[in-house]
């Protein structure tokens, strides 16, 4: 199975500051496609997760364009330009490159 | 406006059974592919099955396999997750969710094993 590990597992940040979340794969996620299904999603408090960014960096409909996702192969970034408090919760990587589909820990963002 | 509601939950004992359904409006089911994912208290996610749009592929996850089975109902616009020998560790929110990319999720329904 694909073990994804996320850095940090907690952010604090201050408001109107910049986050990143670092998303490492256990191997390559290059599907043979050649599309490299890694997703970000968000889960606000009490709340399902939402899609946030598709393969790498498509941001999904009605995602603020704060949120941007890069990398290749087996390390991924999603960085927030700037936080809001709407933006607190625990973001989570996600694979579906191959089955089983796995996620990673989880990294809670939370204000300072 | 495109949505899934689970339903079903609920308390039950170990060993026993549930049936939960996920009920999907305002798109058109039968071409989407599903899945079903957990979510324990205090936890992350776990991915627990696929189903693809003709209902023909089916994966599953280890930890579930051979206990749960994933099924879809196109005529229904219901997905499906028949869960037997129910352990305590299976306690968690139940989530559907559309696609791969899981880009549409419902809001959950609880399933709680404990005698």
């Known amino acids: 199975d694909i073990v994804l590990t996320q850095t940090p597992l907690s952010s604090p940040v201050t408001l109107g500051q910049p986050a990143s979340i670092s998303c490492k794969s256990s191997?390559?996620?290059?599907?043979?496609?050649?599309?490299?299904?890694l997703s970000w999603l968000q889960q606000r408090p009490g709340q399902p997760p939402k899609l946030l960014l598709y393969k790498i960096s498509n941001r999904f409909s009605g995602v603020p364009d704060r949120f941007s996702g890069s990398g290749a192969g087996t390390d991924f970034t999603l960085k927030i330009s700037w936080v809001e408090a709407e933006d607190v919760g625990v973001y989570y990587c996600m694979q579906s490159s191959q089955f089983p589909r796995t996620f990673g820990q989880g990294t809670k963002v939370e204000i300072k | 406006e495109v949505q899934l509601v689970e339903s079903g939950g609920g308390l039950v004992q170990p060993g026993g059974s549930l049936r939960l359904s996920c009920a999907a409006s305002g798109f058109t089911f039968s071409v989407y592919s599903m899945n079903w994912v957990r979510q324990a208290p205090g936890k992350g996610l776990e991915w627990l099955a696929y189903i693809s749009a003709s209902g023909v592929t089916i994966y599953e996850a280890d930890s579930v396999r051979g206990r749960f089975t994933i099924s879809r109902d196109d005529a229904k616009n219901s997905l499906f997750l028949q869960m037997n020998s129910l352990r305590a560790e299976d306690t968690a929110v139940y989530y559907c969710?559309?696609?791969?990319?899981?880009?549409?999720w419902g809001q959950g329904t609880t399933v709680t094993v404990s005698s």
């Open positions: 191997q390559s996620l290059v599907h043979s496609d050649g599309n490299t299904y």
């Open positions: 969710a559309r696609l791969r990319f899981m880009d549409v």
